[in-house]
């Protein structure tokens, strides 16, 4: 009974927290009709990475957005908890973290889907576009790892290379391997996309590389890029999670996008170790808690707790508003989260998630206090990457000398007859090794679902559920395409 107790005083003070945050004052949590009086430009249904996303262009390019969560706090299947939210949802019935072991629960931030960001091109500018970014404390992720499997077979680890002194130093490339990245860095440091002169290969007898045309398999094939070195470019800093194959039909210039973001992300920021930033205090809370602020400046609001009847459609099948206790609230478009819409989607797959408590850093992740590690799937057997990203104090993710280690994949095994835990570690078992000791594991199991049509037609929008990557790229990307087909203008990121 103390423990519900606790858990409703919780409860009501993030829901508080959450609509003071919003604009609106204690009486209006109360009043919450008086917020459906209004007419919005959009109805948002969640507060999930990208629903949130949406939610803050819309409303920093002029429109009026209610957002509504039937939670009691942010970030719906990417929300962030503290350690006794984790064991409530994860952990044993009546299980509770041992306090004087693990540290203090409210000293957590735990992220269900951990995604860093790209401090440079589409992903940053996504964030500052949407209003969100000036409202967010980042900080600078301390490692981009790729994982291998050495000559002798042992697992390694490595830092995905960045410059000519990263190539000169690494361990991972023989000495003709190095000389052959060397080159090509130098020349990519040079390289323009829109500058012709720059896409010539020599001094003496000059080779001029068409990039637009000539496929990013011909272009590493031309620089003699070997698998070793393949991994690195196109897994490590391209952040190609499809088969290699698909490079034959990918084009060269695509791909060195993707090479000089990565590169250019290091100089986004003074002092930046990787290429990677992430919110203080966790993504899945923090994002759409400063979204709510973007919306109060531009005249929405954001409301948690608030359960939802059913989506309103109009004579020709649009969608207009919503429904919520009895009581309707119109616009003209809504948008929502899977959950929301059961109806509206599809299981694609399903994605395992491994967390993780340390007592130390990830084993051969040089002692990072925070990293993302790339597990292509030609290193640990899989056809599919799998993810890591560890986070601790710096982060205000973990008290001091904890780790949180999120690791996640798609799950390419059976399933029926199986806990969660037993198919991470079936999924999951090239990174096991890099955990241990833990001092405490949950594992969980998510269908990636995505829409059945596009909502063009309808007016009712609904994004894809997160994918198992730990980076932003994904997200990102759905959002862009989102926008577009909501408001039928392109954002035209860079990047």
């Known amino acids: 009974i103390a423990r519900v107790a606790r858990r409703s005083k919780m409860q009501l003070r993030l829901s508080l927290v959450g609509v003071l945050a919003a604009g609106a004052s204690a009486s209006d949590v109360a009043n919450w009709r008086s917020a459906f009086e209004t007419r919005y430009d959009a109805v948002i249904l969640g507060t999930g990475l990208k629903e949130s996303l949406l939610a803050g262009l819309l409303a920093n390019g002029g429109k009026k957005v209610l957002q509504l969560e039937q939670h009691e706090q942010y970030g719906g299947a990417a929300a962030s908890m503290d350690l006794s939210q984790l064991f409530e949802r994860l952990g044993a019935p009546d299980e509770q973290p041992n306090e004087k072991k693990l540290g203090a629960s409210d000293s957590y931030r735990i992220d269900l889907a ?18 969100a970014w000036k409202h967010m404390d980042w900080k600078r992720v301390q490692r981009s790892l790729i994982y291998r499997k050495a000559p002798d077979g042992k697992p390694d680890v490595h830092r995905v290379l960045a410059t000519v002194e990263d190539v000169l130093k690494t361990r991972m490339l023989t000495t003709m391997q190095k000389s052959a990245m060397v080159r090509l860095f130098t020349w990519l440091e040079q390289y323009e996309e829109d500058s012709p002169k720059t896409h010539s290969v020599g001094v003496m007898s000059k080779t001029k590389l068409d990039v637009r045309r000539m496929s990013a398999a011909a272009f590493l094939k031309f620089w003699e890029v070997t698998p070793e070195m393949l991994h690195v470019l196109v897994r490590g800093m391209a952040l190609h999670d499809g088969p290699m194959k698909a490079l034959k039909k990918m084009p060269a210039a695509a791909l060195l996008r993707r090479l000089k973001r990565y590169k250019n992300a290091y100089k986004t920021f003074p002092h930046m170790t990787s290429p990677y930033v992430y919110p203080s205090q966790g993504l899945g809370s923090e994002l759409p808690k400063a979204v709510a602020e973007v919306l109060a400046e531009a005249g929405g609001q954001t409301l948690l707790g608030r359960p939802i009847d059913r989506v309103l459609f109009d004579e020709s099948g649009k969608a207009c508003g919503v429904v919520s206790e009895g009581v309707e609230v119109r616009a003209d478009c809504v948008i929502a989260d899977a959950s929301y819409v059961p109806d509206k989607v599809a299981p694609s797959y399903q ?17 990072a206090k925070s990293c993302q590690l790339i597990l292509p799937a030609e290193a640990c057997g899989r056809k599919s990457d799998a993810y890591l990203f560890a986070g601790s104090q710096p982060l205000r993710l973990a008290p001091s000398e904890r780790w949180i280690v999120t690791v996640s994949a798609r799950v390419e095994g059976e399933t029926d007859g199986l806990s969660a835990m037993a198919i991470a570690k079936r999924e999951l078992a090239a990174v096991l090794p890099l955990l241990k000791p833990a001092a405490k594991m949950f594992a969980e199991l998510s269908d990636v679902c995505e829409p059945s049509e596009s909502g063009e037609e309808s007016r009712l929008f609904v994004p894809a559920t997160c994918d198992a990557s730990s980076n932003f790229g994904s997200a990102a990307a759905d959002v862009e395409q989102l926008f577009e087909r909501i408001t039928g203008e392109a954002l035209e990121l860079d990047g």
């Open 114 to 131: 951990p995604k860093v960001v790209m401090a440079h091109g589409a992903e940053l500018q996504l964030l500052v576009r949407s209003g």
């Open 351 to 367: 994605v395992v998630r491994l967390y993780a408590l340390l007592a130390h850093p990830p084993h051969k992740c040089k002692d």
